[in-house]
């Protein structure tokens, strides 16, 4: 059975880190975009960042680039997000989610995108 399966969120304050990971189960993430995305109540989803598994390229939201991190294992089984410098403004349901390779500069659209993990709640507050 093909599974993405996110974990690693939580109540965090602002400033403060979180380590965000998608394990793929059933499958392998070699061959695929892996991005990620956020949504907030009443808000559009957001994507964050991508990774493509051709070249390593990684991609980010102008709203998180330079705090936030994108990577993955040796064995493209499992991608992390590294979030630093956390605002309130970051608070939401991440996804993972895969999509085929060649998307490029269109990795932010959501609807590109096949498979998808349940999501993680991440809450920055003080």
């Known amino acids: 059975q093909v599974q993405l399966v996110e974990s690693g969120g939580g109540l965090v304050q602002p400033g403060g880190s979180l380590r965000l990971s998608c394990a793929a189960s059933g499958f392998t993430l070699d061959g695929y975009a892996i991005g990620w995305f956020r949504q907030a109540p009443g808000k559009e989803r957001e994507g964050v960042s991508c990774i493509s598994s051709s070249d390593g390229t990684t991609y980010y939201a102008d709203s998180v680039n330079g705090r936030f991190t994108i990577s993955k294992d040796n064995g493209w089984n499992t991608v992390y997000l590294q979030m630093n410098s956390l605002k309130p403004e970051d608070t939401g349901v991440y996804y993972c989610?895969?999509?085929?390779?060649?998307?490029?500069?269109?990795?932010?659209?959501?609807?590109?995108?096949?498979?998808w993990g349940q999501g993680t709640q991440v809450t920055v507050s003080s």
């Open positions: 989610a895969t999509a085929p390779l060649g998307y490029g500069s269109s990795w932010y659209k959501w609807r590109l995108y096949d498979y």
